[in-house]
């Protein structure tokens, strides 16, 4: 399924002074409420730090250490549980895959593996195996673009410092590829979905495990964007009419025709999750259908009558589901208020998942399983915190034992990190907000500036858990304040949709400024952040002091008139929630920044990806220059090889760099010292314009 989600903004936020607390930073302005933002308070709020009890390390911890490459990350057991794949920087720096047969380790040696591909430029950011435990799939697009191609990669060579040529399985321009099946049933066969002849209509494909065939549809209405499920029955295996086998090839017409099953309006959540070992007469779906938040329910898969509602949560939906892999019995679910919470139906999980919290670094670490070996003898389990990196383990099931595989940036270790708090806050209807606040100095201790860092999407959350930004900011003498306003996901379909029709000037928005209001009682961003950031810097003028843009749209019609072709089923249910402004052109200009600029009073930092498929470089182009003519501050940098985000680390540190010289000359924050990246690529279209006129007025 497509990912409609937009990135991050950033507002930057000084507020009066909590315990601990001063001043937001999202990706707009400061709040004047108990004081004036005045350049002078700022030197005052320098001064107070520096005789604080930090959270962080007291010396600045490098940029390049807390937004470089890790040292290793994202390990793979093969399926036969002989071989780990990982990703880490080659010599050239650019993270590929790596391999090695003897993976053991103390945690603090790790002895790399052989390199298996060489992604010159762009970094491979997923992996997986084959069921033959030989070859390796990864995707890779080209500058940003997501336009991804699957790739196949074998391991096994005779030469130790040879890199086998990888596979391109889905060649062609403008190919897409999503929706990849494989299984172990079927271990020299994958499934591949690609944008190329696809139905207009359909935005997710599922298969049936025993017969590895393609079952199932979601399929996206474009007039009432709502969601149904098609089902087929197995060619030749089950009359439609009558549930029994069949040979005729009248009979086996109808098994392989399409029938709508389960149908959700807009408005409701689920999907599909796996059909069960009866020839997929019965399944797992999820939804919110009669309820608030989604519920695991078991199905008839013809009919789509419920047989029996497994689980559900009143305050948050259905997360993770593991499935037994042969018979489908449910074995655990998880779901996501403010943490990770699991709910076990087998013992045996169970009590490995008690044994490796007995074995983590304190009370407060979250287990994660990476991956296992087919027989479920072997595991990599991950460790991760909020105030530190994450760390990897081996679980030998068998013997009882972990042992530590390596630790993903071990350049964070000599320094400390601020722990991660949960906060309740109280939107101005009433509404409960589950927000994360990352402090720069220990509660008791004097006011400091808050960053309000909003995300993207913006149906999507944050999470708990260690954030690069938040700490970067806390280190610098930030605090950072994440919300989860209305309009996020996995709150359930009222929360959802009470972020309908409001953008901008709607509760979204006040989301956020009641958000600021609670720091200052008791926010950095992009994509629908970015957006988050223009809009507060217009709508709301006057509550910041600066803002920080990330590839965030200006004028939502021409947002949504360039989104990708593979959207078009999508695009009906983003008018739904974000207002019609296809045919309401008053309420576009009401809600878009672009026509509110003359409103904006506090200095601009914007970072763009020429080739973003999301949010097109026009977005920033046109805001950018209307500010530059107007004469509002605004700076202004476009990286040609970056996309919906910066994902090479050299576009990372240089933009962090002038986001940090920017917050220490708005805030008063401290900085390290900005220096020129080797290998950045950014370009700066308002001075190239500068410089062109100036270049037609001498030659006139």
Known sequence: MPNAALSTALIVVVVAALAGVASAFLPAVVPSLKAPATSGRFQKTTHLMSTAKRTTSEELIPREILFGNPENTSPLLSPDGNHLAYLAPSPDGVMNIFIKSNFSSDGNNFVAGRMITNSPKRAIRSLAWAYDSSTIFYMQDNDGDENFHLFAVDNATSEEDCIPIARDLTPGKDVKAQNIFTNYRYPDEILVGTNQLNPGDVIGWKVEDESFEVRAATVRNSVDSSTTVRIRSRAGSIDVDNGKGSSSSEESDKDTEWRDVFHYPYGEEGGLINFC?????????????????????????????????????????????????????????????????????????????????????????????????????????????????????????????????????????????????????????????????????????????????????????????????????????????????????????????????????????????????????????????????????????DLYKCGVDIVGPSNIKTLLDSIPDYWAPLRNGMLLKIGDVDSDEEFNKKISPLFHVDLIKAPLLIGQGANDPRVKQAEADQIAFSMSEKGIPVEYVLYPDEGHGFARPENRIDFNGRVEKFLAEHLGGRAEEFA???????????????????EEVAQS
């Open 277 to 541: 070992p009866d020839d997929g007469k019965t399944g797992y779906i999820t939804s919110s259908i009669g309820r608030e938040t989604t519920a695991l329910l078991k199905v008839d898969m013809m009919t789509g009558e419920t047989i029996e509602e497994i689980y559900c949560n009143e305050k948050a939906n259905v997360g993770g589901i593991t499935l037994q892999r042969d018979t489908k019995e449910l074995r655990a679910i998880t779901y996501n208020y403010a943490r990770t919470e699991r709910v076990f139906y087998d013992d045996e999980l169970e009590k490995d998942y008690e044994f490796l919290k007995s074995t983590a670094p304190d009370s407060e670490t979250e287990i994660g399983v990476a991956s296992r070996s087919l027989d479920e003898m072997k595991w990599v389990v991950s460790y991760f915190s909020s105030n530190g990196p994450t760390s990897y383990v081996i679980y030998d099931k068998l013997k009882q034992t972990v042992t530590p595989l390596f630790v993903s940036n071990p350049k964070l270790l000599p320094y400390k990190f601020a722990p991660m708090e949960i906060v309740d806050i109280p939107a101005r209807d009433g509404l409960p907000l589950v927000g994360y606040l990352t402090r720069a100095v220990e509660k008791g201790g004097p006011p400091t500036p808050l960053i309000l860092l909003v995300h993207g999407g913006p149906w999507a959350r944050d999470y708990w858990g260690f954030n690069p930004r938040a700490q970067w900011f806390a280190n610098r003498g930030y605090a950072t304040l994440q919300v989860n306003f209305r309009g996020s996901t996995g709150y359930g379909k009222t929360f959802l949709h009470k972020g309908d029709k409001q953008w901008g000037v709607g509760d979204m928005q006040h989301d956020l400024t009641d958000s600021v209001e609670y720091a200052i009682r008791e926010v950095y961003g992009g994509s629908y952040g970015g957006y988050a950031c223009l809009a507060g810097l217009t709508f709301t003028p």
């Open 676 to 694: 020129h990246v080797e290998g950045a690529t950014a370009r700066f279209p308002l001075l190239e314009k500068e410089c062109n006129q100036e």
